[in-house]
Nanobody, 118 residues
Framework: QVQLQESGPGLVRPSQTLSVVCTVSGGSITTNDYSWRWIRQPPGKGLEWMGAIDYRGWTYRSPSLKSRISISWDTAKNQFTMRLNSVTPEDTAVYYC??????????WGQGTQVTVSS
């Protein structure tokens, strides 16, 4: 069974870069047709799709975040990473990674709280 685990900084200062790593176990991130998503949920708000990387390493970014977000992977470590620069308190949220695994559905990580504050 594929499992995902986020690791993040907890607290980030405004204007800095937020980086969250998702470690995948139980399956390879390069498995054909698999894709890997980043989603966040600010306090009191709904889920927001941020971007994704697929099994070829192609990346997709939300238009609203496109100028600030980058997504990359480390296939040797079976990890993918989201970086969000120039953060503000509005970027405070629980950040989730998820795997879209055809035939197995969507698998979510447990999420990691990131607070942007001075």
């Amino acid at each position: 069974q594929v499992q995902l685990q986020e690791s993040g900084p907890g607290l980030v200062r405004p204007s800095q870069t937020l980086s969250v790593v998702c470690t995948v176990s139980g399956g390879s991130i390069t498995t054909n047709d698999y894709s890997w998503r980043w989603i966040r949920q600010p306090p009191g708000k709904g889920l927001e799709w941020m971007g994704a990387i697929d099994y070829r390493g192609w990346t997709y970014r939300s238009p609203s975040l496109k100028s600030r977000i980058s997504i990359s992977w480390d296939t040797a470590k079976n990890q993918f990473t989201m970086r969000l620069n120039s953060v503000t308190p509005e970027d405070t949220a629980v950040y989730y990674c998820a795997g879209d695994l055809p035939g197995f559905g969507i698998q979510w990580g447990q999420g990691t709280q990131v607070t942007v504050s001075s």
